[in-house]
């Protein structure tokens, strides 16, 4: 991501889009968590409770629950998880990885950028400052949203990426989330309902 | 055919015609706790196999609706059994010789119960359930309780860390053929899951095969 170079020409681009919370009905993903060999499987319903407060569960598909998350502008509060999920780190990375993928702003987005990607299918690369790091926003043409990738340092050093694709009028149907420091990966699917 | 595990689901809740009003079954301490024990324990063992349908129903307190889910479900004794999901998406899970197996969107996915606790608990649990094989686990305390038309188990998790995943775990069992025909299981949260099983059929051949998800 170093070698994103600024653009000079258009200086900004597009604004984040809500692909996801333009009401407040829930939303339900097939997803699938896959660490070091392990995984879980299930239902992750997502609900933007307020303009402060979004919801996140995530369970079996037996109704077992394996976590529940209130998420809100740079906070969070664990209601209920299972002891193997029960980490402080754990839990700091699974709501960092889901308002990244809800585009829920749980810090601040600040000092917009456009940035030119020798990536051809990016057509518009959007860098924010977010905290002490940084999130790349990548769009194809027609402003859809291709991936996001989180970065951190001088060098904008990715830390993990979230690919958006399969869109049925807008909206991302499936959504995958890989992490580039250690072993995990997130993969979701979008269930009409 | 009188069965023993699984019998078809009967509903708990009688609609009041004129207050439109559902009035809760009422249940009372069951009076011989021996004898239904003895029976239920009979009418498991002639089970060896089963399909039915099963409605899933997911409440949580900050959704306004139900999370409703409906699909089929197969059981060979001793331990395999298969979950397809119809509504509202498309799934199947499998327990079979010690693998979860899952296809899901298309892919097959397949884990060792052994290496994941987790699965294994719930698969332990949920087949448990289903086989009304629990009365003996001595892992729960329970409490026998009787109405005119069904038996109701309630099982509290003795040790800390199952009740880390259910607070209490309900079994309706029906007085006709001592089948579990409801399971409920309760969070500490408030939160809680219903299973129902109808149209069961009982000991018809399923080959192993019909358990491997491909």
Known sequence: ?193 | MKGNNFIIGMSLLVLLLVSMKLQQETFKPMKDVAGFKTKMTEANKKINTLKCNFVQEKNLSFMAEKVISKGNMKYKKPDMMRLDYVTPFQYSMSLYKGKVMIKDNGKVSKFDTKSNKLFKYINDLMINAVQGNVLDNPDFKFTYKESEKNFLIEMDPIQATMKEYVSKVKLTVSRTDYAVTKVEMNESSGDYTIITFTNRVYNTVLADEEFVVK
């Not at chain 1, 299930?42 to 979004?54: P, Y």
């Not at chain 1, 740079?74 to 029960?86: A, E, M």
């Open chain 1, 1 to 193: 991501m170093s070698s994103y170079k600024t653009s000079t020409e258009p200086t900004s681009g597009p604004e984040v889009p809500e692909l996801y919370f333009k009401d407040d009905s829930a939303h339900f993903f097939r997803t699938t968590v896959n660490t070091y060999g392990k995984s879980l499987s299930g239902l992750l319903i997502t609900k933007k409770v307020n303009d402060d407060t979004l919801k996140v569960t995530f369970m079996s598909d037996m109704g077992l629950k394996f976590f529940d998350l209130e998420i809100y502008k740079g906070s969070y509060q664990l209601i209920y998880c299972i002891p193997q999920l029960k980490s402080e780190a754990v839990m700091n990375t699974l709501v960092g990885d889901m308002s990244t993928f809800l585009l829920w702003p749980y810090l601040e987005r600040k000092n917009q950028v456009l940035v030119v990607s020798p990536d051809k299918h990016e057509k518009a690369v959007v860098r924010y400052s977010y905290g002490d790091d940084f999130l790349f926003y990548a769009y194809e043409t027609n402003n859809r949203l291709r991936k996001i990738t989180y970065a951190y340092g001088k060098k904008y050093k990715k830390k993990y990426e979230v690919s958006y694709d399969e869109y049925n009028e807008a909206i991302p149907q499936h959504a995958l989330i890989k992490h580039k420091k250690f072993k995990l990966m997130i993969e979701l699917n979008l269930i009409e309902r």
